[in-house]
Structure formats: C-alpha cells, structure tokens
C-alpha cells in the first residue's frame, strides 16, 4: 500500500506535507539499493511499516510547537523524519551510531526539504542536548535507553505528558516498563509510571496487532 494509507489516517495534511511523504518512496528505494537501510523484502511495505508506524508516536502524543524531539539509533531516519513532517513546527536531532545510515537520512531530508531536523553521527552517549522527548524504534531494551538518555531531558515539562522516553515496541512489555522505571531518577519515579499503548487502537492494519508504545516519563 502507498500513500494512501496516510490519507487515510492523516487527513488533514497540507500539500507540502503530503508532496515530502510521496517522495519517500522513490528516495528510500533508490538510497536503499546503495545502502541497506531497510530491508529489501520489505521496502514494498515502506508506508505502511515504517512511515505509518512511526507516525503512530503523533497519535499517543500531541507534541507542542517549538518541541524538541531527540530520536536515537535512527537508521536511515525512522521514526525521526515522518515526525519531522508531520511536526514542522517542531524540532528534531537525530542520531545514529552507523555514518552510512546517517547518510541516507540526511540525503533524504535534503531532498524533501525539511527544515527542521538535522543528523548526527553519534553515540547517544555522547549527546549533550537536552530535549522533551527521546524516540526510538526497536533500538534497544527500554532500561539500558533510560540509563543512557535521561541526562538529556529537559525538566521543564509543558505537555500533556511529563517529558520522557517514546519507544516503539512489539510483544510483551511489562516487565520491560517496571524495569525501566527501575532506572528513572528517584525524584521523577515517585508517582509515575510507565504506559504502554496498543498501536492498533489507531491503525487497523494486521501488521499493528502486535505493536506497542512503550513511554517511560522521566521529568516531573
């Protein structure tokens, strides 16, 4: 399915935003036959599996204009630049341990114009920024990104949800969320907990049953 599956829970896109999203496919067919970003098998499912799901996260949270928005390990730009488009009053850094997957999300933001991202090859333990929201997409355990990212998150909160940690996850979470929570600072953890929301409450494709957000707050 193309960009239909967009419209079809996006409706209210402008033209620009809707123009950046059909480009994606051309550009990340054509970057990944140069430099392996996506699975090749997958590639076909490019709206539906990775622009849609990571689209999900503006569905579980409304960010404000203004917002920064830090996404780690993300590859050739998932799910940093479909948020960047769909957020273009907000701003995105997103980071990656790999120069050449940096590449590709850089070539691709270029290509489409976005103005309001920009891409480092980093380790996020090297990051010293300080944002609202870290994102990720199936980077790593939830504890070990909690230890590694909570220095950058800014304490002053002005959403609907204390700043903190967006994951997108498959399977069963619990005991991930608990162990997350764990990790967050002793003068956060005191009355709050982790949530975790079912994809396929917005999403009705089979591919959503089993995925997950996982958010771990870690401001007041």
Not at 4 to 10: G, P, V
Not at 15 to 39: G, T
Not at 88 to 113: T, W, Y
Not at 188 to 203: D, N, P, T
Request: proline fraction near 4%.
């Amino acid at each position: 399915m193309g960009i239909e599956i967009i419209k079809k829970y996006f409706a209210d896109l402008t033209a620009v935003q809707l123009s950046q999203f059909e480009r994606l496919k051309v550009l990340y067919e054509d970057w990944n036959s140069k430099i392996n970003v996506i699975s090749r098998k997958d590639i076909d499912n490019l709206y539906e599996h990775h622009v849609l799901h990571s689209l999900s996260i503006v569905k579980f949270v409304c960010f404000q204009d203004s917002a920064r928005i830090l996404d780690v390990g993300t590859g050739g730009g998932f799910p940093g630049i479909p948020l960047a488009i769909a957020c273009p009053h907000c701003r995105f850094v997103l980071i990656d341990s790999i120069g050449k997957k940096i590449r590709v999300g850089q070539e691709v933001a270029n290509a489409i114009g976005l103005k309001n991202v920009v891409l480092l090859h980093e380790n996020a333990r090297d990051e010293k920024g300080k944002y609202d929201f870290i994102v990720s997409r199936a980077v790593m355990q939830a504890p070990e990104l909690v230890q590694m990212t909570q220095k950058n998150i800014s304490s002053q909160s002005r959403h609907e949800l204390p700043n903190g940690l967006i994951c997108l996850k498959g399977g069963e979470l619990m005991e991930e969320g608990i162990a997350a929570m764990q990790k967050v600072a002793p003068a956060v953890k005191r009355g709050s907990s982790y949530q975790i929301a079912e994809i396929s409450a917005w999403f009705k494709e089979p591919f959503f049953e089993s995925k997950k957000i996982l958010y771990v707050p870690l401001s007041k």
